[in-house]
């Protein structure tokens, strides 16, 4: 199928200009070409932009880093380029505890600083979380 607003851009100003042109016109912009692209493009009056030719590894990459970062960075927009910072893989060592919500609350500060890792689950309608808390190991 072809599409009368599909664009196949080779570089990044390209893609600026893409969008420099939806913005006059008042279009949408999808970008498609990775795994998580829309299936209901038939059905857009949108501009669709191919990130196909822009897609490739850089050489300075980190492939698995990278292909781990994919998830949901489309809900960002058009990425044309990333730089991700991240950390080798390490254990955690992990503890839950059921907590009141009001002692949460009143000893925020302190308590999100008490390991490296915090998270809490409340329990809508009570007054329950469960804390947990996570540091790495030695």
């Not at 016109?25 to 692209?37: E, F």
């Not at 302190?110 to 309608?125: G, K």
Request: one cysteine or more.
């Amino acid at each position: 199928m072809t599409y009368k607003l599909y664009f196949d851009p080779e570089s990044e100003d390209d893609i600026v200009k893409i969008i420099e042109l939806a913005k006059r016109n008042k279009k949408n912009v999808r970008a498609i070409g990775m795994i998580h692209s829309p299936s209901d493009l038939p059905f857009s009056d949108g501009y669709i932009i191919s990130m196909k030719k822009l897609n490739s590894p850089r050489e300075t990459m980190n492939l698995d880093g990278f292909k781990a970062a994919l998830c949901s960075l489309g809900a960002l927009g058009i990425i044309a380029q990333v730089t991700i910072q991240y950390e080798t893989a390490y254990l955690l060592e992990a503890n839950q505890t059921p907590v009141k919500l009001n002692y949460v609350l009143d000893n925020l500060e302190s308590v999100i600083h008490s390991a490296e890792h915090v998270r809490f689950w409340w329990f809508p309608h009570t007054d329950d979380c469960v804390a947990w808390k996570a540091n790495r190991t030695k």
